[in-house]
């Protein structure tokens, strides 16, 4: 699992890897992202715009779009379509709290495999499984996060 402290070396690397310049605002939209849980462009723009005040909303969609193509990133769309972005791209599940709309990370492995064996198992007729989310609703209790 990614730490949130995840530091800048490896943010740097990352961003590298995937083919991309890295500069200081992809570093703080990546560093955004993995401080945060699951956030939305929205938010994003408001917590960049903090340290680089001049950025346009434009260049923060760039940087969004430029992530998710180049797998350094992937959407999570809760009720009501909402798009938000997810910056761990271990397998693992998302839970989905109905009342407050919070996305928590999950990670099962043997759920993960479970659903993997069920689908080699039976598979569907014209259809490629090439990967494996389970978005769990429900309310998350006053106490709990997990």
């Known amino acids: 699992m990614i730490e949130e402290s995840t530091g800048l070396e490896t943010i740097e690397r ?6 991309l310049k890295v500069t200081p605002q992809r570093i703080n939209v990546l560093q955004m992202l993995l401080a945060g849980s699951h956030p939305t462009a929205e938010y994003l723009i408001e917590k960049v715009r903090e340290k680089y005040s001049s950025i346009s909303s434009s260049t923060i969609y760039h940087i969004l779009d430029a992530f998710v ?31 407050s709309d919070r996305i928590e990370d999950y990670f099962d492995e043997q759920l993960f495999q479970q659903i993997k064996k069920y689908f ?27």
């Open 69 to 99: 193509e180049k797998g350094v990133i992937g959407k999570v769309y809760t009720h009501g379509d909402v798009m938000r972005y997810d910056a761990i791209l271990e397998n693992h599940h998302h839970l989905h709290d109905i009342k």
């Open 120 to 146: 080699e198992d039976n598979p569907i007729s014209g259809f490629e499984l090439t990967d494996i989310k389970v978005k769990l609703r429900g309310k998350f209790s006053n106490n709990n996060s997990k």
């Open 14 to 19: 990352r961003i590298r890897e995937a083919g």
